[in-house]
């Protein structure tokens, strides 16, 4: 939903929140509650004191920077700091000026103040003030007046479209067994039937999925799952679905008596809504899961971890590059949680000493190779973003801490 812009009055309510900015009101419906952590604050805060060490600031480092349209957090990070996932580093720097870093616009001109050993960062006196308007409504989107703490367009629709499940869930998800006119290809705007159980319970009777007032029950309907299996061990670490469609319940499964007496199953009805591609009998149904809105806040784990990529995204890709997605075999369980950045690792690489004459094995360690960043979590499994890349990434690739 756009954001509804006016030049008068301050409103908030359930459904928004408003902010006076140069003589405008921003209503926002929805918007990435970009905030600040009270540890980041902290860290921010004892930088803000001094600035940080000029053995923090990455080589290239410009004095003088515009925030650009498509910056993003990370991006900026990166231009000023050897470590981008340490940006409360790079907040610090411009504390007195820039209370919230998600509240950085472009056009914003950033300038880089060495001072002995120290450096600080701030907004250049020359930035352009900010001008104000008549009065007027206009819509836009409200999260396009920052920048992102990373290139979401690149999440996002898998958000919507892929999940995660375990072994008992697939197995029991419930099934679309009959079309109409016994049709076996359906499409949006035709009701189908679908009945089974989803985990313990029924999926598609009683109140497991009885949908609220007002609210209807929306399905997520997928073909083939995915086994990801644990590069090291093969164990089934969870099921990769991925939504061919979506539907409406109707009505629940429900048992009735039949003409002969006996108890008989009536399959659920559900309306196909939406179709990437022709919906077929046999097909599962899931129910939607929610598109959590995270603060994607780039920072290194707390305590030791690695592990191995299970796979990487795509229609057959074997190699991942900058802003391309893969899976981890950990998950919250292991500690990972959304936000962590982790250091990819190239795979030892066995060799031959061709210099000796006894031609021993060599095993080459495994170099870092680049960044990536968590942005999904489940129990054994994450998905993540890779940030930073020297060469492609592919599956069985270890990472560890940055």
Request: aromatic residues 6%; charged residues 20%.
């Amino acid at each position: 939903m756009p954001a509804v812009r006016s030049g008068i009055g301050t409103f908030v309510s359930r459904w928004g929140v408003a902010a006076l900015l140069g003589g405008m009101v921003c209503i926002a419906a929805a918007a990435p509650p970009y905030s600040v952590t009270p540890q980041q604050r902290d860290a921010a805060e004892q930088v803000a004191q001094a600035g940080v060490p000029l053995t923090e600031l990455a080589p290239n480092a410009p004095e003088r920077y515009t925030v650009q349209r498509g910056d993003t957090l990370w991006d900026i990070a990166a231009r000023y700091l050897q470590r981008p996932w340490r940006w409360p580093q790079l907040w610090g720097m411009n504390l007195q000026q820039i209370r919230n870093p998600h509240l950085i616009y472009p056009g914003q001109v950033l300038l880089l103040t060495r001072a002995g050993d120290r450096a600080v960062l701030q907004l250049a006196a020359d930035t352009p003030p900010t001008v104000k308007l008549s009065p007027r409504v206009r819509a836009e989107p409200l999260r396009d007046l920052g920048i992102p703490p990373l290139p979401l367009g690149a999440i996002e629709p898998f958000l919507a479209d892929v999940d995660v499940v375990d072994t008992d869930t697939h197995e029991h998800a419930p099934r679309i067994v009959a079309g109409p006119q016994a049709r076996v290809l359906l499409g949006p705007g035709d009701r189908a039937y679908a009945r089974g159980q989803y985990g313990a319970g029924d999926a598609l009777s009683g109140d497991a999925l009885e949908a609220p007032v007002g609210r209807p029950r929306v399905l997520s309907i997928y073909r083939n799952a995915t086994a990801l299996r644990d590069p090291e061990t093969s164990e089934v670490l969870g099921y990769e679905t991925h939504a061919v469609g979506r539907a409406q319940l109707a009505r629940s499964e429900r048992v009735v008596e039949g003409p002969d007496g006996q108890p008989t199953v009536v399959p659920a009805t559900v309306d196909i809504l939406q179709a990437r591609e022709e919906i077929r009998i046999g097909d599962r149904l899931l129910p939607q899961s929610g598109r959590d809105t995270f603060l994607y806040i780039p920072h290194a784990p707390a305590a030791p971890i690695q592990g191995q990529i299970v796979k990487v995204h795509g229609d057959a890709l074997r190699y991942a590059g900058q802003n391309q997605i893969v899976v981890l075999n950990r998950g919250r369980v292991d500690g990972l949680e959304v936000g962590h950045v982790l250091a990819v690792l190239k795979e030892r690489t066995r060799l031959i000493d061709k210099t000796d004459e006894v031609r021993p094995d060599l095993l080459l360690p495994g170099e870092r190779n680049g960044l990536m960043m968590v942005f999904r979590t489940f129990e054994r499994v994450s998905h993540a973003l890779i940030l930073q890349i020297t060469d492609g990434v592919q599956s069985g690739d270890r990472f560890a801490n940055p």
